[in-house]
């Protein structure tokens, strides 16, 4: 029955049919899109492709109400804060510049929210070493230019954070860490991080505690909700959305007590010669036209996830545990395979020998599409002591066929090379 229900959703992705024979593993980069989010995307550009807010037609009005109806989805997708509100982002990526802009900016007034704003320590943010590029530049830069110190959760070599230690304790003693960013799931081994410790640290000491949800909010999302941010970042298009489009949620009142990041049309209360006033949020973040028919294929695509939670979680766990055992099998080394891990199927592995990039480009020969490199994760390599890794990641639309096919092109790989 499993078998069957997968197969059937599979059919809901058009691209199999565009590309016959190719074995999709590159999900953790960008996940294939289903019927419902392409007639989404159709809908808005076809049928309706009008601006929203402040329109007095009604056509204007259909539109804005179906883009506040997916912003009303998102958030309770990720959140189950009465007052959570979703701010529409290009993705995880401008998520972070907003966030990191909004969060040490001296003219957002946060000591209400995060006592840890008071403090006389020096101020501090605190990541980690398995973070995306994506969470780690945009603090980088906002530190230096407010004086923050940056301190780094450490990753081992199989990609585990070390969260629980007396250490990490200690930081949170010697600085005012006023804001913890960490990703939920990593997108190099998969591996779903224990934030507990972390998060209950930040909650005593007043800190704002941020979620990277870019993989997360595909396999784990209940997970994203019991940890309980402050904020959570993620893409839509790791969701089955179109690309363009993401979220940041976090509450309405901590939202409007933040400065302003991009300014213009849209965003503004009020325009004078010198100086302007702002909207509460979310208007005060969305400066000019939005990306409204990714919106609309966002909705449909949290409408997609939530119809079929249970296929997807299955699948999950069911292509784990299959390509768990194959991959044991194979002689090469898989990142973040430590016993007690909890993870979902993204595999970053090391033929023994081989420049990930050749592994590539040999299983691209065989149809196999996987990724290889640092996959914006520089830290996080040098902490496995590599410089790149070979990934395969699954979803809902893979099968056990697809494992197979990945273990005789890493057989390949291995033969080739030792010819
Ligand atoms: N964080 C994580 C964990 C990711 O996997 C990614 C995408 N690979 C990002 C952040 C950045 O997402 P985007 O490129 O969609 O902005």
């Not at 979220?247 to 010669?273: F, N, S, W």
Request: charged share 20%; glycine share 6%; hydrophobic share 45%.
């Amino acid at each position: 029955l499993f078998v069957y229900m997968s197969h059937s959703l599979r059919d809901s992705f058009p691209f199999f049919q565009a590309n016959p024979g190719l074995v999709y593993l590159d999900s953790a980069a960008t996940a294939l899109k289903p019927l419902p989010v392409l007639q989404a995307l159709q809908e808005y550009n076809t049928n309706q492709s009008v601006n929203i807010h402040r329109g007095v037609y009604r056509l204007s009005q259909l539109a804005t109400d179906t883009v506040e109806s997916v912003r009303a989805k998102t958030a309770r997708y990720l959140s189950d804060a009465p007052d959570a509100l979703a701010v529409f982002v290009k993705g995880t990526t401008e998520g972070f510049n907003l966030l990191a802009h909004a969060l040490t900016s001296p003219e957002s007034k946060l000591a209400d929210f995060f006592p840890a704003y008071r403090s006389d320590k020096p101020p501090a943010i605190l990541l980690s070493e398995s973070e995306h590029h994506a969470n780690i530049v945009p603090w980088q830069v906002a530190a230096k230019r407010s004086g923050y110190k940056l301190l780094y959760l450490r990753a081992d070599a199989d990609g585990c954070l070390a969260s629980q230690s007396a250490e990490v304790a200690g930081l949170f003693d010697s600085y005012a860490i006023r804001i913890v960013s960490l990703s939920l799931q990593s997108n190099v081994t998969g591996i779903v991080h224990d934030l507990s410790a972390v998060r209950e640290l930040a909650s005593q000491h007043g800190s704002a505690f941020i979620v990277d949800a870019a993989q997360a909010a595909v396999h784990v999302p209940a997970k994203i909700k019991a940890v309980q941010p402050d904020f959570t970042v993620f893409s839509g298009h790791k969701l089955f959305s179109a690309t363009g489009v993401g979220a940041v949620v976090g509450r309405k009142p901590v939202l409007d007590a933040c400065a302003v990041y991009q300014t213009g049309g849209g965003m503004i209360a009020l325009v004078e010669h010198e100086a302007s006033t702002y909207l509460e949020a979310p208007a005060r973040f969305e400066a000019g036209t939005q990306p409204i028919a990714e919106i609309y294929a966002l909705g449909a695509a949290i409408d997609f996830v939530a119809q079929h939670a249970r296929e997807i979680h299955d699948t999950d766990e069911r292509l784990r545990t299959y390509a768990d055992e194959k991959l044991k099998t194979l002689g090469v080394r898989v990142f973040g395979m430590s016993a007690g891990t909890a993870r979902s199927p993204i595999y970053s592995f090391e033929v023994a020998g081989v420049h990930a990039h050749d592994t590539g480009t040999l299983l691209d020969e065989q149809d196999i599409c996987i990724r290889a490199g640092h996959h914006c994760c520089q830290l996080l390599m040098r902490s496995l002591g590599v410089a790149a890794t070979a990934r395969a990641s699954f979803s809902v639309y893979n099968t056990e066929d697809d494992v197979d096919r990945l273990i005789s092109g890493i057989e390949y790989v291995k033969k080739i090379f030792r010819k």
